[in-house]
C-alpha cells in the first residue's frame, strides 16, 4: 500500500503539472473504461491505482467545463440557492458560497458561485436558502509571482464564478433551513451560541475555530501571529484534535460497556469503546467541515479501529499509506493544498522519529521516570518536526519559524490537556444549556487568552523568523532528503557531514544562478500601479498599488513579490503622486521595511524614518544603474495637478532605460519633452494607465519604446487602456502589453545591457485553472 499511495500521488501531482492550459479533457466514460482494461490486464492492484488518477482528471475536465459561460458574464441573474458554507465579513463586505438549486436550469450557470454582498442590511448565514439577483464573472484573480493564486483556490473549493449582489427587492430569505447543506447550516448556530456564550471574549475567535473549524472570524493578524510562533496547525482541526475526541469517547464507551455488562448485556467494553472512539471522531469530522488534515485522521483512526476489532495489526505505514490513499480518491484536489503535504509529512515524520525512541524506551513502572520519559519525547519530536518541516515552511511560507519548538512545548500540552477538552465538553454542554456549556468555555477562553499573551511576548523577542535566499525546487527536494538523512534513527553514519550539506544548501541556494544586472517586475495589482526595480545589490518599489476594504496591494502583492525575488532590505520607495491606487499600499510596505527611504512629493500621512523629496535633477547610483528624477520641478514653482505632479522616475544602464511617469497628463508631458532630455527609451509604463488624457503624440515620439506596458485591472469600468492610445503607441514601434492580460511582467537587463522581456505571469506560469488572457497579447516575440 505505501507504494501504491506514493505511485497514485506522484501520478497526480504530475497530471496537475502537464495540464498546463485548459482544452478538451477525456470523456468519463473512457477514462472509466480505462480503469477497467487496467484492472483486467494488470490486476486490481493496477486499476486501484488509476482511481484517484482518473479522479483527478475529471475533477480538472469538470472545474473548467462547469466555469461560468462567457455570455452570461456581467448579465443580472435571478439565482436561487442555498449558501453552504460559513460565511465571511470583513470591512462591512459579506461572502460566501451560494449553491443554486439544482432545478434551476439556467444553461452555462455554475453549481458554486463565490458572492459578495456590499452594504448588506441582512446578512445571509450557513444554511438558509435565498434568492438573489446576482452579477457573475469567471474566477480570475491577480497573478503575480509567489503571491496567492485566486484562481487555483477557486478550483480546489469547485468555485465556477465569482459576484457580487444587485441592489433589488428581489433579494429575500426563502428559507432559514434548506434541504441543502444542513451540516452547514449546524456549524453556523453552534459557532452563533459560542459567540453568545463568551459575549465578545477575545478568545471567542478561536474557540470557534477549534469547535466547528470556523476559522473566518480569524484576521490575518491573527494568522500571522500563529504563523511567526509555528502554532498555526493548532487551529487546523486534524489529528491532535481527532485523537484527543476519540480517546474522550474511547473512555466513555468503555465505562458504558462495563455499565451494560453489570446490567447482563454481554458486550466487551474494549469494543463498545472502539465503536464510540470512531463516532466521536466522525462527528467531530463532520462539524470541521471534512477538511484535508481532518479526512487524514479520521481514515487513520477509523482504520486503527477496524482493525483492532478484528484482531489484525498491519504496521503504522500501511496505515498511514491507506489514509493518503482514500483522501486522493475522495478529494483529487488536495495536493494542490498546502495542508495536505504540512499534514501527511508531519505524521510521517512522527513516525520516523518513534523508530528510534521505540528502540531507546523500556516500559518503567515509576511514574516519575514515566514523566521523564514524556517530557523527553515531546522535546524530541519538536526538534524533530522543526528540521524536518523546515523545507516546506521555506516553499509555502517562505520562512521557518526560529521560536516554534518553544512555542509548541508549553502551548501543546496546553492544548491537549486543557482548551481542546474544555472547548468541546462546552460545544456539548450548550446542547443542554447555555449555562453548562458557558461554565466549560469561559476557562477555555480565559486559557487561550493567556496563550495569545504568551505567543505575542515570544514575537517580540529578536530573531524569531528566518527568511532563507530564494531557494529553486531543486533546491528544495534537495533539502528535504538531507533533513530525512539528519532525523534518520540510528546507526547511520556520516549524520554530521550531512548536516554541513544542508547549512551549505541554505547559504548557497538561489532563485536563479545569477542575478541580473537589472530586474524590472511590473507587478499586476489590478486598477494600480507596483513596481519593482532590483539591481545586484539594492531594490526600490515605486507605488504600492490600491487599498482594498480589507487590506492593500502591499500586503497581498508587493511583499511577496518582494519575498519571491528574495529582497531582504529595501532601500527606497518612490511614491509617485496621491491617488489611492498608487499609495494604498504603502503603509504595509514601511511596516514591513522602516529602513526603507520614501521618496515622493508629498509626505501622504505616512510613518517613515528617512524622506527625500521627489525633484527634478535628484539622482542616485545603484550598482552601475543610474537612477534620476526628470519631474517635478522645485515646489511652488509650477501649481501641477495631482496627476501632473507626479514622480518621473528615469532609470539607465550602458544600453538600456526604463522610464515611469507615473499618471502625468498632456501639459506635464509636453513639459518633459520640451525641457527634460529622454535618452531612447527600451521599457515605459504607460502614463496614467493609457487613459485618453495622456500618452500625447508628441510624448510617444520622444520616448519610443520596445515595450509599453499598461498597468490596468482585468475589464475596469473606464476601459483602460484606451484603443486610440494603444494603436499610436504601436504605429511607434513599441510592443503593447497589459497586466491585467499577461499578469506581472518581469523584464530583465542583464550584464552586457540588453534588455529581455523574461516572463508574463499569466502566460508563462499558467496552469489549467489559469484563466487564459483575452485581451491585448503581446505581439513580440521574448528575446
Known amino acids: 500500500m505505501v507504494w501504491s499511495a506514493c505511485l497514485v500521488l506522484t501520478l497526480i501531482c504530475a497530471t496537475n503539472a502537464l495540464l498546463t492550459f485548459p482544452g478538451p479533457f477525456l470523456a468519463a466514460e473512457l477514462l472509466v473504461s480505462l480503469v477497467l482494461i487496467t484492472w483486467l490486464m494488470w490486476g486490481p492492484r493496477a486499476g486501484a491505482v488509476l482511481v484517484p488518477v482518473i479522479g483527478a482528471l475529471l475533477a480538472a475536465g469538470w472545474s473548467i467545463e462547469g466555469r461560468l459561460v462567457p455570455g452570461l458574464v456581467q448579465n443580472d441573474l ?74 487555483r483556490w477557486a478550483h480546489i473549493r469547485g468555485i465556477g464564478a465569482t459576484g457580487y449582489v444587485r441592489n433589488s427587492p428581489l433579494n429575500y430569505r426563502i428559507a432559514a433551513h ?3 447543506c444542513r451540516l452547514a447550516g449546524l456549524r453556523q448556530r453552534i459557532a452563533g451560541r459560542i459567540d453568545d456564550a463568551l459575549n465578545g471574549r477575545p478568545g471567542a475567535h478561536y474557540l470557534k475555530a477549534l469547535s466547528v473549524g470556523a476559522r473566518e472570524s480569524l484576521t490575518q493578524p491573527d494568522w500571522a501571529l500563529l504563523r511567526r510562533t509555528g502554532t498555526v496547525h493548532l487551529m487546523a482541526i486534524s489529528g491532535l484534535h481527532i485523537g484527543l475526541v476519540a480517546g474522550l469517547m474511547f473512555l466513555l464507551g468503555r465505562y458504558l460497556g462495563r455499565l451494560l455488562l453489570w446490567c447482563g448485556i454481554e458486550l466487551a467494553p474494549l469494543i463498545v469503546g472502539r465503536w464510540f472512539g470512531l463516532t466521536g471522531a466522525l462527528v467531530y469530522a463532520a462539524l470541521a467541515g471534512f477538511s484535508v488534515p481532518t479526512l487524514r485522521a479520521l481514515v487513520m483512526v477509523g482504520t486503527v479501529t477496524v482493525l483492532t476489532v478484528l484482531r489484525r495489526s498491519i504496521p503504522a505505514w500501511q496505515i498511514l499509506a491507506t489514509a493518503m490513499f482514500v483522501v486522493l480518491c475522495v478529494e483529487p484536489t488536495a495536493p494542490l493544498s498546502a495542508g495536505f503535504w504540512l499534514s501527511f509529512y508531519a505524521v510521517g515524520l512522527l513516525m520516523l522519529g518513534a523508530i528510534g525512541l521505540a528502540q531507546a524506551s523500556l516500559s518503567v513502572p515509576s511514574l516519575r521516570m514515566r514523566v521523564t520519559r514524556l517530557a523527553g519525547q515531546l522535546v524530541k519530536a519538536q526538534v524533530l518536526l522543526t ?18 519548538p518553544i512555542a509548541n512545548l508549553v502551548v501543546v500540552p496546553v492544548f491537549a490537556a486543557l482548551i481542546v477538552p474544555l472547548t468541546l465538553i462546552g460545544t456539548g454542554g450548550l446542547l443542554i444549556s447555555d449555562a453548562v456549556g458557558r461554565f466549560f468555555l469561559v476557562p477555555a477562553a480565559w486559557t487561550m487568552e493567556r496563550v495569545l499573551e504568551f505567543l505575542q511576548w515570544l514575537d517580540r523577542l529578536p530573531f524569531t523568523t528566518w527568511v532563507p535566499p530564494p531557494i529553486a525546487p531543486a533546491g528544495i527536494a534537495m533539502i528535504v532528503a538531507v533533513t530525512l ?38 507587478m499586476d495589482t489590478g486598477q494600480g500601479l507596483a513596481v519593482l526595480i532590483q539591481t545586484r545589490t539594492h531594490a526600490l518599489v515605486y507605488d504600492t498599488g490600491p487599498a482594498f476594504r480589507s487590506s492593500d496591494a502591499g500586503r497581498t502583492v508587493v511583499l511577496p513579490v518582494l519575498r519571491y525575488f528574495g529582497i531582504r532590505q529595501l532601500d527606497a520607495l518612490v511614491i509617485s503622486h496621491g491617488d489611492a491606487d498608487h499609495v494604498g499600499g504603502a503603509k504595509s510596505v514601511l ?47 509650477v501649481d501641477w495637478s495631482e496627476n501632473d505632479g507626479s514622480c518621473v522616475l528615469l532609470i539607465q544602464t550602458a544600453h538600456a532605460a526604463v522610464l515611469l511617469p507615473g499618471d502625468i497628463e498632456r501639459r506635464a508631458e509636453a513639459h518633459l519633452t520640451r525641457n527634460a532630455r529622454i535618452p531612447a527609451i527600451d521599457l515605459v509604463i504607460a502614463p496614467h494607465h493609457g487613459s485618453q488624457s495622456s500618452s500625447t503624440p508628441a510624448f510617444v515620439a520622444a520616448t519610443r519604446p520596445r515595450y509599453i506596458v499598461f498597468s490596468v485591472g482585468y475589464r475596469n469600468r473606464w476601459g483602460f487602456p484606451d484603443a486610440q492610445i494603444v494603436q499610436r503607441w504601436r504605429q511607434a514601434g513599441a ?49
Request: proline share 7%; with cysteine; glycine share 10%.
Open 178 to 180: 434548506g434541504s441543502e
Open 78 to 151: 435571478l439565482m436561487r440557492g442555498t449558501v453552504c458554507e460559513l460565511p465571511r465579513t470583513a470591512a462591512g463586505v459579506h461572502r460566501f458560497v451560494f449553491e443554486h438549486d439544482r432545478e434551476q436550469s439556467t444553461p452555462g450557470l455554475p453549481r458554486r458561485v463565490y458572492i459578495s454582498w456590499y452594504r448588506a442590511r441582512v446578512f445571509p448565514q450557513a444554511g438558509e436558502r435565498w434568492q438573489l439577483k446576482v452579477r457573475l464573472k469567471r474566477p480570475r484573480g491577480l497573478s503575480n509571482p509567489g503571491a496567492f493564486d485566486f484562481e
Open 591 to 637: 511596516e514591513r521595511f522602516p529602513e526603507a527611504e520614501l521618496i515622493s512629493a508629498e509626505r501622504f500621512g505616512l510613518d517613515f524614518r528617512r524622506y527625500r523629496p521627489c525633484i527634478a535633477g535628484t539622482q542616485w547610483r545603484w550598482d552601475g544603474v543610474l537612477f534620476r528624477v526628470l519631474h517635478p520641478g522645485d515646489p511652488g514653482a
Open 735 to 783: 510592443c503593447p502589453m497589459t497586466t491585467a492580460d499577461n499578469g506581472a511582467l518581469v523584464f530583465e537587463i542583464n550584464r552586457a545591457g540588453w534588455m529581455t522581456l523574461q516572463r508574463r505571469q499569466r502566460i508563462d506560469g499558467r496552469s489549467f485553472w489559469t484563466e487564459s488572457a483575452d485581451g491585448l497579447r503581446p505581439t513580440c516575440r521574448l528575446l
Open 387 to 404: 528540521i524536518g518541516l523546515a523545507p516546506l515552511s521555506i516553499l509555502f511560507f517562505a520562512q521557518v519559524s526560529l521560536i516554534a
Open 485 to 522: 538523512v539528519a532525523i534518520w534513527p540510528r546507526p547511520l553514519p556520516g549524520r554530521g557531514l550531512v548536516l554541513t550539506l544542508l547549512f551549505a544548501l541554505l547559504g548557497g541556494a538561489s532563485l536563479s544562478s545569477g542575478s541580473p544586472g537589472l530586474r524590472i517586475v511590473v
